[in-house]
């Protein structure tokens, strides 16, 4: 256990190991799939013609917050 006066040693091969980037990918990657699904299934209930449900008025609201999650972890990876 560390008290106030001790610091912890990293070694070199660990703080040269850098993964910033793994989070901005992860969410680019998520911000198109969502897109590409929710877009696919509008597409397919058009097609089919499939009434409107409770499903898919919730979906938007749903699709708009994963879009907003996606832009933060982008934003907070630019800072």
Do not use: H, N
Not at 33 to 54: D, H, N, S, Y
């Amino acid at each position: 256990m560390l008290d106030g006066r001790q610091v912890m040693q990293y070694s070199p091969e660990y703080l040269a190991e850098y993964k910033g980037s793994r989070p901005y990918r992860v969410a680019i990657v998520f911000l198109c799939l969502e897109t590409i699904c929710v877009t696919l299934r509008f597409w397919a209930r058009r097609i089919g013609k499939v009434a409107w449900g409770a499903d898919d008025t919730l979906i938007i609201p749903g699709t708009i917050l994963c879009l907003a999650v996606c832009a933060c972890a982008i934003g907070e990876q630019s800072q």
